[in-house]
């Protein structure tokens, strides 16, 4: 079992920066690959980035590519760096984490395992 708690969220002006955190608890860290999705209302819960349980392979939503950089340690924690957010970025985000292949990385919600319970992004204009 893992537990994931995220932090960070807030409310940014666009064009600012926010530094989202998820800390794991439970079983071994470094075999899971993280993931990061958010959900704003009345949408569906959409990707936005992953890394793989190696850590050294990434994949990103083309809407955030090049302004959001995904990554973690080794001390249970994954991060996400968020730049120049606009206000679409508004949304619940939400860690996950699942159990796979080391060098993998997976970008489809219904893959992941478990869930955090989730931190608000507001960006105003």
């Known amino acids: 079992q893992v537990q994931l708690v995220e932090s960070g969220g807030g409310l940014v002006q666009a064009g600012g920066s926010l530094r989202l955190s998820c800390a794991a608890s439970g079983r071994t860290f470094s075999n899971y690959a993280m993931g990061w999705f958010r959900q704003a209302p009345g949408k569906e819960r959409e990707f936005v980035a992953a890394?793989?349980?190696?850590?050294?392979?990434t994949d990103y939503a083309d809407s955030v590519k090049g302004r959001f950089t995904i990554s973690r340690d080794n001390a249970k924690n994954t991060y996400l760096q968020m730049n120049s957010l606009k206000p679409e970025d508004t949304a619940v985000y939400y860690c996950a984490a699942k159990s796979g292949a080391y060098y993998s990385v997976y970008t489809k919600h219904i893959s992941y395992n478990y869930w955090g319970q989730g931190t608000q992004v507001t960006v105003s204009s």
């Open positions: 890394i793989s349980a190696s850590g050294g392979n």
